[in-house]
């Protein structure tokens, strides 16, 4: 039952002289409407929707029917506008609801909002509070339902959502990687006391069992024993404790295992079993312990028996019991460990506290259909996982109070697997887990440090016709250094850390503060260059014979990946001076015919149209680094189909198809595509994978198995990586894979 | 060890099991004995046959279940009754002093021995009172003793008991029963801890699981609650306390039943719940928490049988073991708990001699023992 039951939280009341640092904590709250609040028996977590406007670069044809001159851009690129969706979640402590509720109604402009949906077993309770200082009616909402659709939405929505908790090993957070099919699942909620509730569905769920023994019980029992109070005390006193003092174990009956029947001397045979005395005192730590072990594995137990007897295997923890306690996922991952004997693994949600505000927010925002849409966890507006956890992070409880917010943006595009994934529940987008890897996750975020002054130029640089660019930037630096420094103690803060989610929160925080797209000039530069050298490389390439003609095209393909500015080596030659920075890095490197997309993939996809073959050139949807974006290949594809006939046939026959991935990222998550690029993959019986660059074919993908044929190739742009590969600063990663037949049969 | 090969074994015969908590001993008093007997038996043999049937009480802790004995019992050509005596696992050393003293280790008896004490103490045995130990499985002696009792029945009365009506407080009533198809049963032996076995046939059962929280954990966290010393004491003040000023209930969060779930409002939402609060915790009586333990272990025991058996696909629950001793709460609960959630489907039966059937094992293998050599 998710009863979690409005008990004392000790010593907290109302405290209105706190100061909320609110631009950072209730973003966006002039646009906000569709509020949701879900109120525990210490934590409230409020819910809402607001539009964020943010600048995009935007590329738009000049008319080029007109005769070219030479100076003239191809394109052209205009800042706008835009409008995008964005959710907004706020955890805090019962303590802060009244301050909170009053800067809301003082900050609320959108006056249309007539509901607060609530949930939680305090919504009661503060009813009255909210509607008086809201003006807005509570409407209660199932709570067990609302945790439940909460759950589903960031079980889908959010990769790395779900972890196995592992306190010895060397990452104690090991994130899974989200089941194309989440459901069925059981979720274990073990608020006051223990709901067992099998999901089969959407909207399709059952509560097939509970137990009374839950947290209440812990907190209860545990304040008759020690005379201590609060929760989070006593789940301190018991991390200290020693439980074989007060419980009975198997060797105190036997004097060593029962060897017969596997027990061994350690386990407990009957908790408590040694405080049936009276000669004895026992400690508040020892007694605290025995407890903490008594309830994870009597609850353990019991979802063990329901996992087996529902046959199923993909077992969540939440409730206020598990919230983030260390301790508690410790001994509840123990006891389903030894219940099952390795065969289920407890598995615990990043967003657990979410999940009913989360739920109740999206019951009251069905008429928007949020479950029509991909949404992805905003880097730059979320805490991150124990962000509020004091023995983690002084430091940032010392900034933000104990407020803790996730925030997630409404995806443009739909997202789905890429249906050529060989088996997409194995699927790992990433090559290295820096989680895991304590070495490479050092030397990433040193990277990514010594990166960040550049970075900040390039943006002053992209918008000089803003004076104020100059703060925003400064701005963006604090950001991600902070980011940077939460992650270096925290690698596990937003899941898997990985080269890809440094790009992608560096990418988040650059959007935050209105610097969309960085390299658009650049780029625009380089893509005019290359075009007026487009028909020179076709020509020389035609002029070979045939192999020295795959030869040269593969090469000219790699030689165009070296530009690459998101690679420190390739930009600090490019930045080394601002004005010639990019003649000189062509002459240093030298021998490559032009950038990328224009000068090695054209020439390439060429011979390929020529052989006969149709090819889907796919590309990012928003920009990222300098990686071409769709609506610029659109816009350079046309410009070399005017000039060549071969694209230009290719494209009116349909036999070229330019497509969007659904990405904004330098890295490429095959598991988060387009819904349009997987349909076209699908319809046109796709054979052949092509994955060019380091981002998309080594940072990601460089072990993922496809059910075709697949070329993975890109140039190594960073010593440290080429060492660690085993090879030398700008080799060449070339890997053709054929799927072996029998796995190509699934 | 070597047994002595006659066809009976020699005098005295016992059984004990030596639990966590608790030892349990059954004697067998032999009455066919003969003058000739009378006049060859040692003086130490009789004087323990006279010790232990003239008795109840045995030091400060020891007791004889006087209402469990078994009368006229023919068992290896012999007629007699049988003794259940039981005292605290903590006075063990006095026993084998006592053991020593008696010189029992001149009796040419073997000691049968089961539970984990059996393996404790084996050295103890030996090395104080001389006395080698036949040491026995406690789960394998459980069913063998429990299915003899059984066959053999309560002085012409049946074993076995269940409750009518169940779900109905009022009418809630004891019927005695005969197991005519015994098997398959889910076996659940609350002792300090609990062990639950899905037992087949006479020697084919496997241990499906059990639970720390068992009859130790009951007594253990009385005492800590209450100040209390025994289980008798912890039994008395649990009848007289009420638990839902203990316990939140599913009312006391919902206001009513919680329909969405079709759970009622009287069901315990969370054991302890209400201890959260602190004026609650201020203004609860030892009683009301002495009987919140009590109904926290035994519905949780409940529990885990009851998933056992669905998982088993056995509907039929025999709950054996001290922890029943005396405690018509937790029996009644017990049944109430089958019945209910499994919607009469599994019926929860018990037995008299609820925790003795470890012994009764020990001692059948003595007999047997000596038969085989």
């Known amino acids: 039952m998710a009863l979690c039951g409005v008990a004392d939280t000790g010593s907290h009341s109302m405290d209105k002289s706190i100061t909320l640092p609110p631009d950072e904590i209730f973003r966006n709250l002039e646009n906000a409407k569709r509020f949701a609040i879900d109120i525990g028996g210490s934590l409230t977590k409020l819910a809402y929707y607001s539009t964020v406007q943010h600048k995009v670069a935007k590329v738009r044809s000049f008319d080029h029917s007109a005769k070219e001159t030479d ?55 503060f009813k009255d509070l909210i509607e008086k200082k809201l003006k807005l009616k509570v409407d209660k909402e199932d709570e067990m339902t609302c945790l439940i659709k909460g759950c589903n939405f960031v079980l889908k929505n959010i990769p790395h959502e779900a972890f196995v908790y592992a306190k010895h090993a060397d990452s104690e957070f090991r994130f899974q990687h989200t089941h194309p099919d989440i459901f069925p699942y059981l979720l274990i909620n073990i608020g006051s006391g223990v709901s067992i509730v099998k999901v089969e569905a959407e909207d399709k769920f059952e509560r097939i069992g509970g137990s009374s023994i839950g947290g ?30 007060v419980d009975m174990l198997v060797k105190d009956i036997y004097g060593g295992a029962y060897g017969s029947l596997g027990l061994t001397g350690d386990l407990i045979a009957s908790s408590f079993g040694k405080s049936a005395t009276t000669d004895k005192e026992f400690s508040k730590e020892d007694m605290a312990k025995s407890l903490l072990h008594m ?15 529902h046959n199923l295997t993909r077992v969540y923890f939440g409730g206020f019991f598990i919230r983030g306690h260390p301790v508690t996922m410790h001994t509840i991952t123990y006891s389903i460990n030894f219940f099952t004997k390795g065969e289920v693994q407890a598995l615990f949600l990043r ?97 990514f440090e010594e990166a960040l002054d550049g970075v900040v130029k390039r943006a002053i640089a992209s918008q000089k016709d803003q004076p104020e660019a100059v703060e925003r930037a400064e701005k963006f630096r604090q950001k991600y250094r902070h980011k940077l420094q939460t992650l270096r103690h925290q690698p596990f803060a937003y899941g898997s850390l ?110 390929l149209l020529i052989r006969g073959t149709e090819v889907v050139l796919a590309s990012n949807s928003a920009p990222a680094l300098n990686d071409v974006t769709n609506s610029e290949l659109q816009i350079l594809t046309e410009r070399i189909a005017a000039m060549d006939p071969v694209i230009h046939a290719a494209l009116k026959e349909d036999r070229l198809a330019l497509v969007q991935n659904g990405s904004s990222s330098p890295c490429l998550d095959l598991s988060r595509l387009d819904k349009v690029l997987a349909t076209v993959v699908r319809e046109r019986g796709t054979d052949l994978v092509i994955i060019e660059g380091m981002g998309r074919a080594i940072h990601t993908n460089y072990y993922a198995m496809l059910s075709c044929e697949s070329l993975k190739l890109a140039v190594i742009k960073n010593s440290w990586l080429a060492d660690r590969l085993g090879g030398k600063i700008f080799s060449v990663v070339f890997k053709y894979e054929v799927p072996s037949k029998a796995q190509g049969q699934h | 060890m070597k047994l002595k090969s006659s066809s009976k074994p020699a005098f005295p015969w016992f059984g004990m099991d030596i639990g966590g908590t608790l030892v349990k001993l059954v004697y067998f008093e032999p009455k066919d004995i003969t003058a000739e007997e009378e006049q060859e038996e040692v003086e130490n043999l009789k004087s323990i046959r006279w010790y232990l049937t003239s008795n109840t009480a045995y030091g400060k802790t020891g007791v004889r279940d006087v209402h469990l004995e078994l009368r006229n019992l023919t068992i290896c050509g012999r007629t007699g009754n049988l003794h259940f005596i039981r005292f605290p696992t903590a006075a063990m050393h006095k026993f084998i002093q006592m053991g020593r003293d008696k010189h029992f280790s001149s009796l040419h008896t073997t000691l049968c021995a089961t539970g984990g004490g059996a393996y404790k103490f084996e050295n103890d045995f030996r ?31 049946p074993e076995c008991y269940f409750f009518e009506n169940p779900s109905d407080t009022q009418n809630c009533i004891k019927k005695p029963c005969c197991l005519d198809n015994l098997f398959p049963m889910l076996l659940v032996n609350i002792g300090s801890g609990v062990s639950i076995l899905a037992v087949y046939a006479k020697d084919d059962y496997k241990r499906v699981t059990g639970t720390s929280l068992g009859g130790g954990t009951f007594l253990g966290l009385c005492c800590l609650l209450t100040g209390c010393e025994t289980f008798e004491e912890a039994l008395e003040m649990a009848s007289k306390g009420d638990s839902t000023n203990v316990d939140k209930l599913v009312k006391d969060i919902y206001g009513g039943d919680y329909q969405r779930f079709g759970l ?106 000596s038969d085989d050599a």
């Open chain 1, 216 to 245: 209440g019980t812990f907190w209860g029992l545990g304040a008759l024993l020690t005379k201590t109070k609060r929760f989070d005390e006593l789940l301190q006193l018991a991390s200290k404790g020693q439980h074989t003092n």
């Open chain 1, 498 to 607: 990985t080269v890809r989610s440094l790009l992608d929160t560096r990418e988040h925080c650059l959007n935050e503060f209105n610097f969309p797209d960085p390299y658009s000039k650049i780029k625009q530069k380089e893509n005019d260059m290359a075009l007026k050298y487009y028909l020179k490389v076709v020509k020389s390439v035609e002029e070979l014979s045939w192999e020295q003609r795959q030869f040269n095209l593969v090469k000219g393909l790699l030689a165009g990946n070296v530009f690459d500015w998101g690679a420190k080596a390739v930009s600090d030659v490019l930045e080394s001076d601002p004005e010639f920075g990019f003649e000189q890095a062509k002459q240093q490197l030298q021998d490559n015919s032009g950038i990328d997309i224009i000068l090695g993939v054209f020439p390439f996809i060429r011979e």
């Open chain 2, 264 to 369: 009622q409002g009287s069901a315990v939402a969370s054991s302890f719940g209400h201890m959260m609060s602190k004026e609650k915790r201020e203004s609860i009586s030892k009683e009301d928490l002495a009987r919140a333990t009590l109904v926290t272990i035994t519905n949780n025991i409940g529990s885990i049988a009851r998933m056992c058996a669905v998982n088993e696909k056995i509907e039929r629950v025999v709950f054996v073991g001290n922890f029943l001793r005396i405690n018509t709460v937790s029996t009644k609960l017990l049944a109430y708990a089958m019945d209910f959630w499994s919607k009469g489907q599994l019926r929860a039966l018990f037995l008299e001699h609820e925790g003795y059937f470890g012994a009764v094992g020990a001692f059948l293998e003595l007999l047997k023992s």
């Open chain 1, 295 to 309: 309830i994870s594995n009597d609850i353990g137990q019991l979802a063990c028996l329901y996992a087996k007897l």
């Open chain 1, 351 to 447: 967003h657990e506290g979410y999940l009913g505000a989360i739920g109740a927010f999206l019951k009251g925002a069905e008429e928007d259909n949020p479950n029509q849409y991909s949404w992805g966890e905003n880097y730059a507006g979320s805490s991150g996982l124990m962000s509020v956890s004091p023995e983690l992070n002084p430091i940032q409880r010392a900034r933000s109070g104990t407020f803790d917010m996730l925030e997630m943006d409404r995806l443009e595009r739909q997202l789905v697997n890429l249906p050529l994934l060989q088996d997409p529940t194995s699927y790992i987008p990433d090559t290295v887990d820096l989680t895991e890897d304590a070495l490479a996750r050092e030397y990433w975020l040193y990277c």
């Open chain 1, 71 to 125: 100076g003239d851009p191809l394109y052209e690129i205009s800042v706008q506008e835009e409008i995008t969706a964005r959710l907004h979640f706020i955890k805090f402590e019962n303590a802060y609801i009244e301050t909170c509720l009053d800067f809301i109604k003082d900050h609320l402009v959108n006056t249309e909002t007539k509901v607060i949906k609530a949930t939680g077993g305090g919504a009661h309770k």
């Open chain 2, 127 to 157: 090395t104080m009172a001389d006395l080698e130990l036949l040491k026995l499985d406690e789960l394998d002696c459980l069913i063998q003793g429990l299915l003899y009792i059984d066959s053999v029945g309560f002085n012409d009365h």
